[in-house]
């Protein structure tokens, strides 16, 4: 009897690569870090399937990549890992319909398109598969540019300079004086004038009424 990992190597190569609507897989891209755990489902039309394969594709697919057999999960027989494979780091369980593949501790090299397979008469019907990438460092989201405020420019009024010394020079002063000259001289001229004025106006009076 041939055995399963040679058989389903030979039947992969000449099934149809893209994915099938009667196996629907969960998430369809994703990232973890190294030494994590993910979880990859695959989601039956029909809840009868008996037999369900996983098989990872560690470059894109072309005509020239192959499907590396990892596990089946058989309803009888439980989960029938392939030659190499770390059976304590892969498991196979169904729930209903959908069935899940558990991944621990992976690594880089455990990257690749992972397709849920089942096997019909005469084809092999593949799932739509899960692109799955390990790195050791989770990119990170760049946080959004703050856009600075610009700072309000406050216009003060310049202070009056501290005059140091005396607060009247001698110049001043003598202004000063002088000022205070012209105006009293100016008062005197004005009260000349009108006191002449008066005079004259009670001599003219005086001859009106004579």
Known sequence: MMRPRMWLLLAAQL????????LQQTPAYTMVQTNQMVMLSCQA???????IYWLRQCKAPSSDSHHEFLVF??????????????????????DGS???????RVKPEDSGVYFCMVIGSPSLTFGTGTQLSVVDILPTTAQPTKKSTPKKTVCRLPRPATRKGPLCSP????LLVAGILVLLVSLGVAIHLYCRQR????????????
């Open 199 to 210: 005079r004259a106006r009670l001599r003219f009076m005086k001859q009106f009424y004579k």
């Open 73 to 94: 999960w058989d309803s009888s027989k439980g989960t029938i890992h392939s030659e190499g494979v770390e059976q304590e780091k892969i498991a196979v369980f169904r």
């Open 98 to 104: 959908r069935f899940f593949l558990n991944l621990t």
């Open 15 to 22: 099934a149809a690569l893209h994915g099938s609507s009667v």
């Open 45 to 51: 039309i029909s809840s009868l399937t008996t037999r």
């Open 171 to 174: 110049i001043t002063l003598s």
